[in-house]
């Protein structure tokens, strides 16, 4: 059974950095493409970015802004998420997910539909 679990968030001031981690069990990370993807509330779940299963990352300008990098530690099977300067409009719940092993093309990493498993979120709270 595959099992994501996302930790890291909390509250911070404007300009502040977090780091989020997301620890899979039950699939090897190397062999699939992890997600990032963020919920404020009220609004849709948007994606941030993610990185393939040969490493390469991929972000969705409008929320990362250059401010983010994803990274990923093969040994361990978790991924993190590098948040830099952040801003009030960052606020929402930080969901990591993974795909289906095998290739994604860039463009359905946007895609929620994309990816098979989620974790239950952790929340990130920028104040002003």
Known sequence: QVQ?????????RTGASLRLSCVVSGRTISTSTMGWF????????????AISRTGGATF???SAKG???ISRDISMDIV??????????????Y??????????ARQA????????????GTQ???SS
Do not use: I
């Open 38 to 49: 963020r919920q404020a509330s009220g609004k849709e779940r948007v994606f941030v970015g």
């Open 60 to 62: 969705n300008p409008d």
């Open 124 to 126: 990130v709270t920028v």
């Open 67 to 69: 401010r983010f990098t």
């Open 80 to 93: 993190y998420l590098q948040m830099h300067n952040l801003e009030p409009e960052d606020t929402a719940v």
């Open 95 to 104: 969901y990591c997910a993974a795909a289906r092993p095998g290739y994604v």
């Open 109 to 120: 990493m946007f895609a929620a539909t994309t990816y098979e498993y989620w974790g239950r």
């Open 4 to 12: 994501l679990v996302e930790s890291g968030g909390g509250l911070v």
